[in-house]
Antibody, heavy 122, light 108 residues
Framework: QVQLVESGGGVVQPGRSRRLSCAASGFTFSSHSIHWVRQAPGKGLEWVAYISFDGSNKLSADSVKGRFTISRDDSKTTVYLQMNSLRIEDTAIYYC???????????????WGQGTMVTVSS | DIQMTQSPSTLSASVGDRVTITCRASQSINTWLAWYQQKPGKAPKLLIYEASSLETGVPSRFSGSGSGTEFTLTISSLQPDDFATYYCQQYNSYSPFTFGPGTKVDIK
């Protein structure tokens, strides 16, 4: 069965860095785009970043552009979110989600991980 | 960027009620719209994609309609398991994949 498992969350000081991982299993990883979506405490969903099925296209929200970088390692069926220069307002649960695909980048998100909490605090 | 709005923000309803949630896009997104259900402490769940296609395993009491800029999610007969927050999301343009602010459906 399709599984996405996030890890790497925790408490981090403002201005520091953190890398999140999304380990995928149960499907042909290289055929699907992967997204990161976050949810601040008590707030709605905010799309953060996307990487295409072949890694050739990457996009990020304006709120994280220049600070967050998405990447994928197909050999490890894992997607990463490198978060630099973290701010208080980056505090959220971070979910990874799979694009329906396959071989498409214009998709709804059909499977989600359970999320990992990132708290930015001094 | 495309902006998404939803109405109402909160909806109080009873089991058995027919419930309709509206989502509007700031510009045409054709039918590139999805609906998600989220319960407290859980990840979102895909209900509807391409505005009206029911995701596998989702009960048929859920339906979606619309195109262009106006969309609706309808629950034909609200069940106890349906009390949750619902989000629309556009995926017409690659940047960004915008979510609506959400509609909380609670018990009347």
């Amino acid at each position: 069965q399709v599984q996405l498992v996030e890890s790497g969350g925790g408490v981090v000081q403002p201005g520091r860095s953190r890398r999140l991982s999304c380990a995928a299993s149960g499907f042909t990883f290289s055929s699907h785009s992967i997204h990161w979506v976050r949810q601040a405490p008590g707030k709605g969903l905010e799309w953060v970043a996307y990487i295409s099925f072949d890694g050739s296209n990457k996009l990020s929200a304006d709120s994280v552009k220049g600070r967050f970088t998405i990447s994928r390692d197909d050999s490890k069926t894992t997607v990463y979110l490198q978060m630099n220069s973290l701010r208080i307002e980056d505090t959220a649960i971070y979910y990874c989600a799979r694009g329906q695909g396959p071989y498409s980048d214009q998709d709804a998100f059909d499977f989600w991980g359970q999320g990992t909490m990132v708290t930015v605090s001094s | 960027d495309i902006q998404m709005t939803q109405s109402p923000s909160t909806l109080s309803a009873s089991v058995g009620d027919r419930v309709t949630i509206t989502c509007r896009a700031s510009q045409s997104i054709n039918t590139w719209l999805a609906w998600y259900q989220q319960k407290p402490g859980k990840a979102p769940k895909l209900l509807i994609y391409e505005a009206s296609s029911l995701e596998t395993g989702v009960p048929s009491r859920f339906s979606g309609s619309g195109s262009g800029t106006e969309f609706t999610l309808t629950i034909s007969s609200l069940q106890p398991d349906d009390f949750a927050t619902y989000y629309c999301q556009q995926y017409n343009s690659y940047s960004p994949f915008t979510f609506g602010p959400g509609t909380k459906v609670d018990i009347k």
